[in-house]
Nanobody, 124 residues
């Protein structure tokens, strides 16, 4: 069992930056592929980024590639999402998620563990 707790959300002006963190419990964190998803009001939850267990490979949605960066520290059971050049359309609740590797990385239905979410609001 893995429990995930996000932090770092808040209100920021367009063009600004935020760094989200996701702290995981459990000794098997380093086995998990970790992802970030987001859900804007009235929209479905969408994939943002993911990182393999050893941090060797990262994946990004086209809408955030070049602006967001996912990383992890397995010694601290934490995954991060650095968000730069934020836009109003990035406004959403951001969720951390985890799963064992295998299958489509961007498919939210393949993730077993979810955090409670942290809200990000980008003002224009």
């Amino acid at each position: 069992q893995v429990q995930l707790v996000e932090s770092g959300g808040g209100l920021v002006q367009a063009g600004g930056s935020l760094r989200l963190s996701c702290a995981a419990s459990g000794r098997t964190f380093s086995y998990y592929l970790m992802g970030w998803f987001r859900q804007a009001p009235g929209k479905e939850r969408e994939f943002v980024a993911a990182i393999t267990p050893t941090a060797g490979v990262t994946y990004y949605a086209d809408s955030v590639r070049g602006r967001f960066s996912i990383s992890r520290d397995n010694a601290k059971n934490t995954v991060f999402l650095q968000m730069n050049s934020l836009k109003p359309e990035d406004t959403a609740v951001y969720y951390c998620a985890g799963r064992l590797p295998g299958g489509a990385t961007t498919d939210r239905n393949r993730y077993n563990y979810w955090g409670q979410g942290t809200r990000v609001t980008v003002s224009s």
